[in-house]
Each structure stands twice: as C-alpha cells, then as structure tokens.
C-alpha cells in the first residue's frame, strides 16, 4: 500500500495513476469535508473534475491511516513541506518518503528531500520530479519522470513499485541535482511568461530558456549535483514543458506579471519564493545567475521590466 500525503492536483493524479494499476493508496486530506466529498462522490471536483477515483483509492484525513503504509508520498506545496514534517514526523518515522513538490525552502536553503533527512531521521528520502502536468497523469496520457534516491537498489524498488502503464519512471541517484532541476525551471518559466506576455518575442523566450538552462546547471554543480542529471527529465525536460505551456502556473503567472510591468503579492506560485531563495544563496556563494537574480529583483520592486531587460542585454560580452 502506498500513501500519498496531500490531496492537490498532482497528489491525487499519482494516486489515480497507482491505483488504476492494482495499488493500493491512502490519500490523506486536511479538510474532513473534503474526505467526505471524494468517498461519496468519487470524484475531486476541486482540481481534477471529472477524473473518478478508483476503488482502491482511500481518502482520509485521520493521519494514523498512513501507518500502515512502507511508502509515503509527500505531495504538500514546497514551502510548506517543513511544517508537514513536524507535524507528521511520528507516523512518518521509519517509511521511505517521496517528495512530489519542487522548490527551494527560503529558510533552509534546502529541497524537499534534503529536508526530509533533517526534520525524520529514520526514514528514507526520495525526490520524484519532471515533465507532468497532473491532469495528464490523471487521464492516463504517457509521461516519463525522474525519480532519486540515496542508492540504486532503493531507487530500483521504488522505480519498480511506483510505475504504471501509463506513467514511466527512470531511476538517479542524484537527489540534489532532481531537486535543484525541478525548482530552479519554475524560476526560468515565470522569466519566459514575463517576456512573451511583455511582448519581447518568441526570440526573446528561446534566448531565456537557454541561457535559464546553463543556469540551472551551474548552480546545481556548485551545490554538488551531476551535470547529465539537469540534461534529463528532471531539468532540461521539465523545463521544456513549464517554460512553453500556458497550462504552466509559473509560465502563466510570468505572463500576467510582463502584461502588467508589476509584481503581484496576491499570488503563490511555487517559483516566485524559489526565486528570493535562490537569488540570496547565489550572492552569498558567488555563483553568476543573471536571469534568476533579474526575476527575483523584479518580484520585489527592484527593477522595473525595462530595467530587468537592461540589465539582462547589457551584461558584458562573452563566450557561450
């Protein structure tokens, strides 16, 4: 059995998508009311209408139910992940944890399964991150995504346990470079939905990707992590798809904000406190991240569009 803790788009979609297969899930859910909705209805009208969830889906929000599972996925938003450990740290003891979120936690510094091995010690972590956008996993659609873990006979277990027929899981070992690939293209695709929703072009985007890219990669290095990991599923292919569809909340969220020339505080988008979180590691350590620091500066007044733009073209010349 496995249990998917957080009842969002993406955590429901894997759990449709393992229980379609024969699996077992408990799906916890903060909101009792909520619980009762899905077990009378069947059905996740809030985020994933019109999806049916199989039998073998269990939702509850009695935190105990996941004890009886070995592996817990941990599909809660990437800001709130410490907080979930503390609050979960006795039932989650001892279990193999799957984090499902990408971000970098503005405090620590650190991604979701790197906060894992702080906040429960006893338990295995794991990151599972990529190109997915939860409805399509939810429809059953194909797609591939990148799962680590600190060893490959547990990141064989889990790539073996976790697969479906409709979803496909390729195993690393490098848990930091998966983290680090599916926070940082949240960053690069508000960057790209600023530029097209500013009007700067098609160009303009195909220049932020690829040079957000070589950004990626050369923070992930300096932290630790194996170029060829952001070349996969994790980095390159999730920014592929986050940086390009409108369908993305980081993409979309830079479009609104290169329409209106001004940051809006209202809104939580995953990318947004990766971005400050990035930005300061960057000063401190010394490592050059022009597009990440401009979006940063930019979502907290300290540079206007025409300035972030300025700043991005006017950077000395040099070798690609």
């Known amino acids: 059995m496995i249990g998917v803790l957080g009842s969002g788009a993406f955590g429901t979609a894997l759990a449709v998508s393992l229980a379609r297969d024969g699996t077992p899930v408990t799906l916890w859910a903060r909101n009792a009311g909520h619980v009762d909705e899905m ?6 009208h809030c985020r994933l209408p019109g999806v049916r969830l199989p039998d073998l889906v269990s939702p509850t929000c009695d935190a105990a139910d996941l004890a009886a599972t070995e592996t ?27 984090a499902c979120c990408k971000g970098i936690d503005v405090t620590s510094g650190l991604g979701p399964a790197s906060q894992i091995g702080r906040a429960v010690p006893t338990a295995v972590p794991a990151q599972l991150s990529g190109p997915g956008f939860a409805a399509d996993i939810a429809a059953g659609l194909p797609t591939a995504l990148t799962l680590a873990a600190p060893d490959d006979g547990t990141a064989a277990d889990l790539q073996r346990r976790l697969s479906t027929s409709c979803l496909r899981l390729y195993r690393s070992t490098d848990i930091s470079g998966v983290e680090i690939g599916g926070a940082l293209k949240n960053v690069i695709a508000i960057a790209c939905g600023m530029a097209v929703g500013a009007g700067l072009g098609e160009s303009a985007r195909a ?3 690829t ?11 300096a932290r630790g992590a194996r170029e060829e990991t952001l070349a996969g599923l994790s980095g390159l292919g999730d920014l592929a798809l986050t940086a390009s569809s409108e369908r993305s909340r980081n993409y979309a969220y830079g479009f609104r904000l290169g329409a209106k020339g001004r940051s809006d505080p209202t809104v939580t988008t995953e990318g947004i406190a990766t971005a400050r979180a990035v930005a300061g590691i960057a000063k401190a350590e010394a490592i050059q991240l022009p597009v990440i620091t401009a979006v940063a500066e930019f979502l907290d007044g300290g540079l206007t569009m025409a300035q972030a733009v300025e700043s991005l073209m006017g950077r000395p010349l040099r070798p690609e």
């Open 211 to 221: 040079r957000g890219f070589a950004e990626m990669v050369r923070f992930a290095t």
């Open 39 to 44: 077990v009378r209805t069947r059905e996740h």
């Open 72 to 98: 817990v996925l941990l599909a809660s938003p990437a800001q709130s992940i410490p907080s979930v450990l503390a609050a979960f740290a006795e039932v989650l003891s001892g279990k193999t944890l799957v």
């Open 207 to 209: 220049a932020l990707m």
